[in-house]
């Protein structure tokens, strides 16, 4: 695969389409099983707030997923993104309620760097915080 974006036809702003994720109770346990951490900060309330949480909480690595999504989809091709850091600012907080917690992610090209590449930077939300900080990919497109 290659990217489907071209990289003449990006500016430094253009906006990639927004997504918004939903995070049940079901897939924490569904992602702790496909990533074999069974942390019961992530599955078990009363564990969560004994240690000082105020409820379950989604796995880190799975909302820097998440969020990642908006540039691979956007991309057209995984491969595209050739560095991708955040860091984790507030937890996303996952009550047991049937609705469980919504991520929303935006993002929008920073800069265009040289051999085709452009720096995305993302902005993920949950429940009105901001939930990554200093999320940025950089993307090699076509």
Not at 80 to 91: D, H, M, N, S
Not at 100 to 119: M, Q, S
Request: negative net charge.
């Amino acid at each position: 695969m290659a990217a489907a974006v071209a990289y003449d036809e990006v500016e430094v702003g253009t906006e990639l389409p927004a997504q918004s994720f939903p995070v049940t109770r079901a897939t924490l346990v569904r992602y702790a099983g496909a990533s074999g951490d069974f942390n019961p900060i992530h599955w078990n309330e009363k564990f969560a707030r004994e240690v000082g949480l105020p409820d379950v909480i989604a796995h880190g690595m799975f909302t820097m997923a998440s969020a990642a999504r908006v540039v691979t989809d956007w991309a057209g091709d995984p491969a595209a993104v050739v560095e991708y850091g955040v860091r984790f600012t507030k937890p996303v907080v996952v009550p047991n309620d049937g609705t469980g917690a919504l991520i929303e992610v935006t993002a929008k090209v920073a800069a265009k760097l040289d051999d085709n590449r452009v720096r995305v930077d993302l902005t993920a939300m949950s429940a009105g915080q901001k939930v990554l900080g200093m999320a940025r990919a950089v993307v090699r497109l076509a």
